[in-house]
Each structure stands twice: as C-alpha cells, then as structure tokens.
C-alpha cells in the first residue's frame, strides 16, 4: 500500500562522515538536521550536505534500504554516491 514518497539520503557532514537516513520530506529533514533537531551523529557536524536520495513507493523497501546502505563500508557509500549521487542542497 502506498502512502506516499519515502526516501533514503545520505549527509556529507563537514568532516568527512556520511550520515545515512529515512524520511518522507528530504528537505524538512535536512532543515532538522541543521536546527540540531534531527540525529544525535549529525549535531556539530554541520555544515550537512544532501550527496544521495533515492525516492521508494513503500515505507518498507525504503527502510530496507536504508539499512543495507548503512552496511556498506565508506569507499562503497562513495561510490554509490557517485554512480547515483545528488548533489547540491546545503546547511
């Protein structure tokens, strides 16, 4: 059942760590992120920048997703990044 857009993102972090979430509203969380309201990893490391987002039709393939990116070591997260990448939204 479809209950809207979900995605996976990555945050570039200013010193060099990815951060790897779910939402349904990529730039409400971002904003989130920036306030210090969002994840705990991601307070102090600003400024953030959106590098991936990959839109899914369930909850569910979006969280499974998200978890298998963040098994994935950082030179592959960079490559995933840079096959699929999106950049340019920055906090």
Not at 69 to 80: E, G, H, N, T, V
């Amino acid at each position: 059942m479809n209950h809207g857009s979900h995605y996976v993102y990555i945050l570039e972090c200013n010193d060099g760590t990815y951060y790897t979430g779910y939402t349904t509203n990529v730039e409400k969380r971002l904003q989130a992120h920036a306030s210090g309201l969002g994840a705990k990893y991601t307070r102090g490391r600003a400024p953030l920048e959106v590098v991936y987002e990959e839109l899914f039709l369930s909850k569910g393939e979006a969280l499974k997703a998200e978890y298998r990116i963040k098994q994935l070591s950082k030179a592959q997260k960079r490559a995933l990044i840079l096959k699929k990448g999106c950049f340019g939204k920055r906090v």
